[in-house]
């Protein structure tokens, strides 16, 4: 089992900054991927960023170049600098990690934390 708690989210205006914040506990030693999704009202979850358990990062193509993913190596905390952010950046903001053990994958979700961009 592993635990996920976002926190940093907030209203900001359109080209500022924000730091989201995901703590790990539990089965830390069985976490492969971790990443950051959203969900923006009426839209699908989308992916925003992950990283690999080998350090490897992927980001959705409309926050490359503003975004940045990391990870302490103990996988106790991922990090989603945000910065240019958009009203488009407008989202609940979820953490996400995927374990895998010798009964297979599970994903994890954080509960959300809400990122709202203003004009």
């Known amino acids: 089992q592993v635990q996920l708690v976002e926190s940093g989210g907030g209203l900001v205006q359109a080209g500022g900054s924000l730091r989201l914040s995901c703590v790990v506990s539990?089965?830390?030693?069985?976490?492969?991927?971790m990443g950051w999704y959203r969900q923006a009202p009426g839209k699908q979850r989308e992916l925003v960023a992950i990283?690999?358990?080998?350090?490897?990062?992927n980001y959705a193509d409309s926050v490359s170049g503003r975004f940045t993913i990391s990870r302490d190596n103990a996988k106790t905390t991922v990090l989603l600098q945000m910065n240019s952010l958009k009203p488009e950046d407008t989202a609940v903001y979820y953490c996400?990690?995927?374990?895998?053990?010798?009964?297979?994958?599970?994903?994890?979700w954080g509960q959300g934390t809400q990122v709202t961009v203003s004009s």
């Open positions: 996400y990690a995927r374990t895998v053990t010798v009964y297979g994958g599970r994903d994890y």
């Open positions: 539990g089965s830390r030693s069985s976490i492969s991927n």
């Open positions: 990283v690999t358990s080998g350090g490897s990062t």
